[in-house]
């Protein structure tokens, strides 16, 4: 009876040792994840904050080290570092990467389209994360969208734009390609910039006039100190997702509990996203107004004419290649899917009431 005893013991000795060998194993994964966004950019809070939240909730089987963009490499670069390995996760603006693919662009922002309300309804209940995941896939990542912000200042310089005329023959800093498409159709020209790039540009008259975010991170990026007017709505970026790319190596390393956890910390993220850009939007138009920028005001008839721009832009698009007609398809199908309860609840409902989509069934001729 002792012996039986002994080995009992034994035994239960031998199964903390192991459970305790398999959490430290788990303990010492670590990720080292940087992002597009350098330390002058408040974007890269909503990056901080998720990784905060995993080292807080997965602490025991993963740590992350963050660093801000540009001190590991060029913002330019993480997709390609995230995807080799190079590193395990990087925070993005999926926008950046049109070029690889243009279904990034939608999954980034839309023109006149989503407001941050319709980007949370769509990934959480209408296949946007599924989507978000098909594309990234294709480049061996996995991703976690984590922030949303609504809709952008609008443009910025020192010759106001008080109507679309004024649009004609303007050299703007502006990001997207579909956005790019309109701005040129309303008789502008699309200059890239980088966003640390827009300050100088300004200044000395490269452009003449640009966008970058929401009132508060472009306040705080000194923008008040060049600009003189400010045209809004910032229609060309109605909303904006942002988000983590990571490595899927990395990924299947991780126990589907950790996975989990850092699901639940994007899904943390994303909400307080929403709120902490609507405060700081708010406190940024207070001081552009103090700092004396005059704000102009587009008419409804120039947002309805940018408008039918707009859905012509997004059919071409689509039938250039079938993973941009397949998200626009998927975002077209939500919005029509959640007109039903959204506008027998206006004024009261979530999202903006539209009455002028591009066709639906276009769009299924492109796929």
Known sequence: MKMKTKFAISGLAAGIALAAFTTTAQAQERWT?????????DLIQID?????????????????????????????????????GSIEAAGDWPGYWAGRNPAFSPLATTTMLFNAVDYLNWIQQWGGWDLYQEIYGQYDMVYLPYGITNNESGFMGRTPIESLADLDGKRLRLSGRDQGRVLEQLGGSQVTLAG?????????????????????????????????YWSVPGWHQSASVFGV???????????????????????????????????????????????????????????????EITNEVI???ACEHPDH????????????????????????????TMDNLPSLEEIEACL
């Open 325 to 352: 007609a397949k998200v626009y398809h998927s975002m077209i199908g939500y919005l029509e899917h959640y007109a039903t309860w959204r506008d027998i609840s206006a004024p009261f409902n979530m999202s903006r």
């Open 315 to 317: 059919l071409r698009g």
């Open 245 to 307: 790319m990571i490595n899927r190596d990395a990924w299947d390393a991780l126990s589907e509990e950790t996975q989990e956890k850092l699901k639940i910390a994007a899904d943390a993220t994303m909400a307080w996203s929403i709120a902490w850009s609507e405060r700081g939007s708010t406190e940024g138009t207070e001081q552009f107004i103090d700092a004396g920028v005059t704000i102009n005001q587009l008419s409804d008839e120039d947002l309805e004419r940018i408008q």
């Open 196 to 228: 640390g790039e827009i300050y100088q540009a300004v200044e000395r008259g490269v452009v003449d006039g640009a966008e970058f975010s929401t009132p508060g991170v472009d306040y705080n990026a000194g923008f008040a100190e060049v600009v003189e």
């Open 33 to 41: 994840m940087t992002s597009t966004w350098p330390d002058s950019i």
């Open 48 to 84: 901080r904050h998720w990784v905060e939240l995993v080292n807080k909730i997965a602490g025991d089987e993963l740590q992350i080290e963050f660093r801000a963009g540009g001190t590991l490499m060029p913002g330019t670069e993480v997709f390609d570092a995230t995807e080799t």
